[in-house]
């Protein structure tokens, strides 16, 4: 069962941006895509801890700000030649409102 | 059911389209190839070098049988192709086979012209094709030992100098008095056969081959003027002819070859064509370049994108013959009018000749050092107006502009642009961008990912220059290659074209006409595509902040743990003790860890945190200040000296100028950043001749300096003119930065723009036309009506404030 925690308003994060949440061990990255899908990720790329909320986003993906690393947002791994990948949670949108379950990261890596 | 695609040629252009059919539409059809040769698709052009003894036939394969069985192709092989049913849409092979097509592909190749002398049937007689031509010379080397070949042409002096080194005892017949009298002019001619006959080879010149003499096999050959010479082996290399009998037999129109369309159709539109079998505007072509030009766009209209069109060919020759560099290109004999330049140094061996007309380059002819070969050809096909490089152009590229990097600059300072595989079409930007992104260390593996030096191999040098200047380097984000990222075929200047001729105002509109192929761009295109919009319609486009660098979003450089810099603007660097005091107070309440003066000067604050930006800048705005710029695609800072207030030397107002220069610029967005400098006096203490933009006061006006750069690689400025006055000084900066701004692509700086569109070019736009310099000028200052808004001040209001603050989470 997931534990959904209320976010924001979807509006208040811009299209193809991010927000970050800031938690006692962690700073998540909140992304929203072109077509309002959204998707929760640990706010460090995995190649040099960049702050992926800073990227540009485009499809699926994030580039990182520091070295341009492309970070697929709902599996957290580096596209293309790239190898490493970084946490996700959760997230929904449910009525114009943005969801994330903060205790079931996928540990995927 | 899938449609069905019949290859008919298993060579090195039929297979070539396979393979970019492949890449567009890997299961639109049912591929089934015929070849003839019993082998897979190997390189013909490698032939010379299996000779030689210096590959193998394997090294030479280029699609192994496990090629054809991983993309699902039939192949075929040792089973000719001997009827076209076009009514019932299949073919018939030797073999008694038929298979069904929905669309054909003849690939047949071409074969080797057989002089119709007596005797040309005998044994020992030899064309120089394929794999069993080599065989059997190979052979023939073994058991005997005079050799003659007929044409001293590119094919024959190669399989000449196969031969004697299997050691033979060989004999250039040709019909001309000089060699490859089709690519080379005399001088080089002579050179290239001195060279040759120093290492053995015998030339027989203007002799005219009247019969092959010998009972079974030949033994000798005899000359229209009665004289005869021995001979064991025959090769006849005296030019190739299209083979285009399967085509006429099926009744499909043909001259000398197969004629196609730009579409590569024949006149049976299933029906297509490729490869030295096909007439083109009435051209056959035996290079290896063309053809996979015209592979590229048969497979485009095979696989129904349709928009591909071929327009002929600009070709260059190397003879592959080791140790001996010989290129040429285009109209290598001068016709009436036409000027040359020629160097020449005998005891070195080596001879450059350029033919010029109307200041363009329009033939290349160069024997022994052949480095710059690629830069002319590149000059010549573009059409780039030489007449700024004249004087030096016979030393190559490094000199032109020389950064004193020695050679391994000359492949560095190529544009990104520039081919280097004449082959296959693969330019250094793409070389660079697979050795960057696919982690490239070998010439196998650039051979593998980007098909450069695959064919010929003579760019083999020139790649591991590549090789060896890109991986030594960190990362680069590289400007200005063919495409403007892989979300597109079109290049920056496409872009630009259609954003400017059809009114496209926002990201969307250039995604749509140009059938961007991703629904959002990337991180590459995104930036350049919110830069041309914004530089074109400055009154109407929306700046987009989701297509800018974080830097240029948050107004700040991101540094590498994360936390900004802040620059504020001092036009000119000139400061008061005020000024410094509110940078000082800000400093100290926002606890900034270090300060730093910069090589603009103006002052830098590190390690500011990104939430107490906006607050950072309301205090820096109070102060009067306005944002530097430090971090943009932008127009940074006006560099001055002391000044005539001041310094014994000074001339004219220089530190007013500068900042007058400044206010006219600041908040301009440009291709890539752009810096300036004023300096009072020829000593040049604001070292103006190595920025973008640079003012020399002398004591009679200005000098204007454009194009320079102190970074990875300096370049000095060329000077632009001399005026006599401040506002004229304004007038010809704005315009040419108005020019940079319209005309350069993103992410290339002045210094590479000029070079690749020549100083001459800058000047008849900003010097020569004083009408289209003060529309630049007037565009200009349109643009900065609406760029010369505080970005500082208006966040500093709480403008885009969610960028700026992270969200609260309840219970967090």
Redesign the interface.
């Known amino acids: 069962m997931n534990d959904w925690?209320?976010?924001?308003p979807l509006d208040?994060?811009?299209?193809?941006?991010a927000?970050?949440?800031?938690?006692?061990t962690m700073?998540i990255a909140?992304f929203r895509?072109?077509?309002d899908e959204v998707f929760a990720i640990n706010n460090a790329c995995p190649h040099?801890q960049?702050?992926l909320s800073?990227?540009?986003?485009?499809?699926h993906a994030v580039?990182c700000?520091?070295?341009?690393w492309?970070i697929d947002l709902a599996s957290g791994e580096a596209l293309?030649?790239d190898e490493g990948c970084t946490n996700t949670f959760p997230a929904k949108v449910d009525d114009g409102i943005v969801y994330i379950d903060l205790k079931h990261s996928a540990r995927a890596c | 059911m899938k449609e069905r695609l019949v290859l008919v040629g298993n060579g090195m252009a039929g297979v070539r389209a396979l393979e970019e059919l492949l890449k567009y539409a890997p299961d639109l059809y049912d591929i089934t190839v015929f070849g003839a040769e019993p082998y897979p698709n190997y390189n013909r052009i490698m032939l010379s070098p299996v000779l030689a003894g210096e590959k193998t036939i394997d090294d030479i394969i280029l699609n192994s049988r496990d090629w054809y069985d991983e993309h699902g192709i039939e192949l075929h092989t040792g089973d000719a192709v001997v009827a076209i049913d076009r009514a019932a849409r299949k073919v018939k092979t030797e073999s008694g086979r038929e298979v069904g097509y929905d669309r054909l592909l003849l690939a047949t190749g071409s074969e080797p012209f057989i002089i119709p002398v007596p005797g040309a049937d005998k044994d020992g007689v030899l064309g120089f094709r394929d794999i069993a031509d080599v065989d059997q010379m190979l052979e023939a080397a073994r058991r005997y030992k005079k050799a003659v070949v007929i044409g001293g042409g590119l094919l024959g002096l190669e399989a000449a100098n196969g031969l004697m080194k299997n050691g033979m005892d060989v004999t250039v017949v040709h019909l001309m008095d000089i060699l490859m009298e089709r690519q080379l002019d005399r001088p080089a001619a002579e050179l290239l056969k001195a060279s040759l006959e120093e290492r053995g080879m015998k030339f027989l010149m203007e002799a005219q081959t009247s019969e092959i003499l010998g009972e079974d096999r030949v033994s000798g050959v005899r000359f229209a003027d009665g004289s005869s010479i021995d001979a064991d082996l025959v090769v006849m290399a005296v030019g190739i002819r299209p083979n285009i009998a399967l085509a006429e037999q099926a009744g499909i129109h043909c001259e000398r070859g197969v004629v196609v369309n730009d579409t590569m159709q024949t006149f049976d539109p299933r029906v297509y064509a490729v490869g030295e079998c096909v007439q083109h505007r009435g051209v056959c072509y035996g290079l290896v370049a063309p053809l996979f030009e015209q592979a590229k766009v048969a497979a485009n209209h095979l696989a129904r994108i349709g928009i591909a069109r071929y327009e002929g060919s600009v070709t260059s020759t190397k003879l592959k013959v080791t140790g001996i560099d010989l290129f040429s290109a285009g109209e290598f004999n001068e016709g009436e009018g036409d000027e040359t330049l020629v160097l020449q140094d005998p005891a070195q061996g080596v001879y450059k000749k350029l033919v010029i007309r109307d200041n363009r380059i329009k033939g290349a002819v160069m024997y022994g050092d052949t480095m710059d070969g690629t830069w002319y050809f590149q000059l010549l096909r573009e059409g780039t107006d030489i007449s700024d490089m004249r004087a030096t152009i016979l030393f190559g590229q490094h000199d032109v502009g020389d950064a004193g990097h020695g050679d391994a600059a000359r492949v560095a300072s190529l544009s990104d642009d520039a081919e280097i595989c004449g082959c296959n079409g693969v330019c250094k930007g793409e070389i660079i961008d697979a050795i960057q992104?696919?982690?490239l260390f070998t010439l196998d593996d650039v051979k593998a990912h980007t098909k450069a030096a695959s064919s010929c191999g003579s760019c083999a040098g020139l790649v591991e220059a590549l090789l060896a200047s890109t991986v030594g380097e960190g990362?680069d984000?590289t400007p200005s290659k063919k495409a403007v990222c892989g979300c597109t075929e079109h290049s920056h200047d496409e872009v630009i074209q259609a954003i400017r001729e059809h009114e496209l105002k926002d990201m969307r509109a250039v995604f749509d006409f140009l059938d961007w192929k991703?629904?959002?761009?990337?991180?590459t295109c995104?930036?350049a595509l919110n830069y041309y919009l914004l530089a074109n319609w400055p009154a109407e486009y929306q700046d987009d902040?989701?297509?800018?660098?974080?830097?240029e979003?948050?107004h700040g450089n991101?540094q590498?743990d994360?936390t900004y810099s802040v620059v504020p603007r001092m036009f000119g660097g000139l400061c008061t003790p005020a000024d410094l005091r509110a940078i000082a107070d800000v400093a100290e309440k926002y606890q900034v860890p270090e300060m730093k003066v910069t090589g603009g000067q103006r002052i830098d604050l590190f390690g500011v945190k990104k939430e107490d930006l906006p607050a950072m800048w309301k205090d820096l705005t109070d102060a009067g200040f306005v944002s530097g710029h430090a971090y943009g695609k932008a127009m940074r800072t006006v560099k001055t000296c002391a000044g005539k207030t001041w310094c014994r030397f000074g001339t004219q107002n220089s530190t007013a100028l500068g900042v007058r220069l400044e206010e006219l610029t600041w908040g301009s967005w440009m291709p890539h950043k752009f810096k300036l400098a004023v300096s009072g006096c020829p000593r040049n203490c604001a070292e103006a001749t190595i920025k973008d933009f640079g003012v020399v006061c002398v004591d009679s006006g200005y000098e204007l300096h454009i194009g320079g750069n102190g970074g990875i690689k300096v370049r000095v400025t060329d000077l632009l003119c001399k005026v006599e006055s401040e506002e004229e000084v304004l007038e010809y900066c704005g315009a040419f930065i108005q020019l940079y701004r319209e005309e350069a692509h993103y992410l290339e700086r002045t210094a590479p723009w000029v070079e690749r569109v020549s100083l001459g070019y800058i000047k008849s736009r900003v010097l020569d036309d004083e009408e289209g310099r003060k529309a630049l000028y007037e565009r200009f200052r349109i643009g900065q009506r609406f760029a010369q808004v505080d970005p500082w001040k208006q966040r500093a209001e709480g403008a885009e404030a969610?960028e700026f603050q992270?969200?609260e989470?309840?219970?967090?």
């Open positions: 925690t209320r976010i924001a208040e994060i811009p299209r193809l941006g927000r970050v949440i800031k938690t006692d700073e909140v895509t072109s077509s040099k960049g702050p800073e990227g540009i986003v485009h499809g580039t700000p520091l070295h341009n492309n293309g030649p | 992104t696919k982690g990362y984000a991703t629904p959002d761009g990337c991180a995104r930036p902040a989701r297509s800018r660098f974080i830097n979003r948050a991101i590498k994360g969610y992270p969200l989470v309840a219970g967090q």
